[in-house]
């Protein structure tokens, strides 16, 4: 038996499982911002219940050569360079700002009682400090988000607004939402570069697993998945995410990224699938508040997200589309929730 094809097999099925490399410069990127916006809301699908929107901006710094091009203060400067998993030798280091709010509502809003067998009103307003770590195979996401859940999150205001903006019924039962709570959190994952084929113009393909821990008053639990991704001229950063601490990932990472591409050869378009497996040990959301009694449902301890959606560039600007099937969150919940997420990424 001839070995060649065997070997010929072998040796691509090796090049397929190693990390992607480049030999492309990244003096572009790491001198480049991204600016990005999220929308999520489950109008698209004809509903208005339990995660009904979700709305988020982000800033993503430039490489820093260190903290200190950032942060003023040295005690802080030396703290942060302490930290582990963010302070590789030879990553890029960079931080993000963000600020968002998202809204929950029980399935039947006409109602003004508490509905003890449906989720909580509930909207959190909270601002995002991450701090990031990366180069060609891996990202490492230390993020820490402050805010609020209850009242003063003004989502009853919003939602209110946007429902009377677009001719829609009032949800009847914010009354009964989560008492005022100020919210601190942390938060880290990791994702890493797998099955990667970016290396120039055309068709390429990669695979984005990531992993996650997160700790505090409003949510702790672990989460794993993965995405897939494939199209032409795919963007050279870490994959597209629904709402969620460590979602910024549409950075260019070095020059192969067709956002640095000759001026009209800009173009690209990408499908991307993937998953998101969570184990939750506590939701704020659902469990109600920490130090206060307030409406609570039995959460399940298991969620999964399955996501699937298309990705454009156009010279410095990325826009994605996903539909997100998320399941059960709570025991007495009817049915599994579906909505439409938007992103829409500016580098300059």
Same mark, same amino acid.
């Given at each position: 038996m001839n070995p060649k094809p065997l070997l010929t097999i072998a040796f691509i099925l090796i090049l397929l499982f190693l990390p ?45 050569? /260190? ?5 003023? +203060? ?27 709010? /998202? ?40 993020? +820490? ?53 970016? /290396? ?32 032409? /001229? ?44 969570? =184990?939750? =040990?506590?939701?704020? +959301? ?51 929730q579906q909505f439409g997420a938007i992103s829409a990424s500016f580098t300059f």
């Amino acid at each position: 038996m001839n070995p060649k094809p065997l070997l010929t097999i072998a040796f691509i099925l090796i090049l397929l499982f190693l990390p992607g490399t480049s030999i492309a410069g990244d003096e572009k990127a790491r001198k480049a911002s991204t600016l990005t916006f999220y929308l999520e809301n489950d109008t698209i699908f004809d509903t208005d219940r339990y995660y009904t929107s979700g709305m988020k901006i982000s800033w993503f710094s430039r490489d820093l050569s /260190n903290y200190s091009d950032i942060v003023t +203060l040295s005690l802080l400067q030396r703290f942060i360079e302490q930290l582990p998993l963010i302070n590789d030798p030879g990553d890029q280091r960079t931080v993000s700002v963000s600020f968002g709010q /998202n809204m929950y509502t029980p399935k039947d809003m006409e109602r003004t009682d508490l509905i003890v067998d449906d989720r909580p009103y509930a909207g959190v307003t909270y601002l995002g400090l991450g701090l990031h770590s990366r180069n060609l195979r891996k990202m490492d996401t230390l993020e +820490l988000d402050i805010g609020i859940v209850g009242r003063h999150s003004y989502a009853e205001d919003c939602q209110t607004e946007f429902h009377r903006w677009i001719g829609s019924e009032k949800a009847n039962g914010w009354e009964n939402q989560l008492h005022d709570e100020p919210i601190l959190n942390l938060y880290y994952e990791r994702k890493w570069k797998t099955l990667q084929i970016i /290396n120039s113009e055309g068709f390429g393909f990669d695979c984005v697993p990531h992993a996650g821990l997160a700790a505090g008053n409003a949510y702790i639990g672990a989460n794993l998945g993965s995405q897939v991704r494939f199209g032409w /001229n795919i963007p050279n950063d870490f994959g597209t995410y629904p709402i969620s601490p460590g979602s910024d990932s549409s950075s260019p990472l070095d020059d192969t990224d067709p956002r640095f591409f000759r001026l009209f050869h800009r173009i690209g378009l990408h499908l991307f699938f993937g998953v998101d497996g969570k =184990a939750v =040990a506590r939701n704020i +959301l659902l469990d109600g508040n920490t130090f206060r009694d307030s409406h609570s449902v039995d959460k399940e301890y298991f969620v999964a997200d399955f996501i699937g959606g298309i990705g454009l560039i156009i010279h410095q600007v990325k826009i994605t589309y996903s539909h997100v099937y998320r399941t059960k969150e709570f025991k007495t919940q009817k049915d599994e929730q579906q909505f439409g997420a938007i992103s829409a990424s500016f580098t300059f």
